[in-house]
């Protein structure tokens, strides 16, 4: 038996990032122009310390949509592995992204959007095929998963963007 402080020493760390699934009233889904990256995102982000998931949401979608609105329920999560970013290679750890229902947006509050100065450069409703035209692989797999999870009110368990059967 460890004592305590090797224990927690010892236990992983994950990064952890929370993101908001927005549908406007034809059933696409809300993605945003991230002008930090060549692609594509869903609203979102990091999870700081001592914040939670939820919270963390609800944070990321007013900083970056201007919405303050509850995070609804959880529609997936995705465990992803390590990987490299950014032109130095820069090792990323694997964790843990929660997507939340982030509902059905009247044309109303859709034209309530308004995007965070210089870091978004804008934003679309699309349908999968469209979206998978512009995110990562991992992320339209993410995005499939969670239109599957709204249709039949269910919670996606994902790996790397792939349901766990």
Not at 16 to 39: C, H, M, Q, S
Not at 48 to 67: F, K
Not at 94 to 106: A, K, M
């Amino acid at each position: 038996m460890l004592p305590p402080d090797q224990y927690v020493a010892s236990l992983a760390r994950k990064r952890i990032g929370a993101t908001a699934f927005f549908r406007d009233e034809e059933g696409r889904v809300l993605i945003v122009n991230p002008v930090y990256k060549p692609v594509w995102d869903l609203p979102g982000g990091a999870v700081e310390a001592d914040e939670s998931p939820n919270a963390a949401c609800r944070r990321e979608v007013a900083e970056e949509l201007g919405l303050n609105r509850p995070a609804g329920r959880v529609l997936a999560v995705d465990w992803v592995p390590a990987r490299t970013i950014g032109r130095d290679q820069t090792l990323l750890p694997d964790g843990v992204i929660i997507v939340y229902d982030g509902g059905v947006l009247s044309p109303e509050t859709v034209n309530e959007i308004v995007l965070a100065d210089g870091e978004l450069g804008g934003f679309e409703f699309v349908n999968a095929d469209q979206a998978a035209e512009r995110v990562t692989p991992l992320l339209a797999r993410r995005i499939a998963a969670c239109m599957e999870a709204c249709d039949a009110g269910t919670v996606a368990t994902l790996e790397n963007g792939s349901p766990v059967t």
